[in-house]
């Protein structure tokens, strides 16, 4: 549609579009070595590793909608972002380090060096992420 209202006009006018704002800003995983931090920073705050397939339809959709929940009182939440197709081996060490089998596309809650919450597929969106905070 955009190259039709480049064409044709937006009905839409400036005063009518919403500003949307997103208070979810992904860290990227790369490496294993980065999941030690990983754990030693989650003894002080709490620490999500959303893991997505880049060329999957249900975790291209879910990552969409889980960028929705994302609220300002959820900015101070920090989020890893681990690209599967490129860094696969670094999940396969995330399953063995927080002992949660490998899934896609997947979210683990981490505290205190531990899982304390994961879930994978659609449930995703379900996270009440208020009480990580």
Known sequence: ?????N????????????????????????????LQNIKELSATTTVLIFKHST??????MVIKQFEKLFKEEHKQLKVYYLDL??????????????????????LL???????VYNASHSD???VNLTTFI
Do not use: W
């Open 1 to 5: 549609m955009g190259l039709l209202n």
């Open 7 to 34: 064409i044709f006009g937006n009905k839409e006018t400036d005063a009518t579009k919403e500003e949307k704002t997103s208070f979810l800003n992904f860290i990227p995983l790369t490496s294993s070595e980065e």
């Open 55 to 60: 060329r999957c339809g249900i975790s291209n």
């Open 85 to 106: 197709l490129n860094y696969r081996n670094v999940s396969d060490e995330i399953a063995e380090m927080f002992q949660v089998m490998h899934q896609s596309p997947q």
């Open 109 to 115: 809650v981490i505290k205190n060096g531990v899982s």
């Open 124 to 126: 995703i969106n379900s």
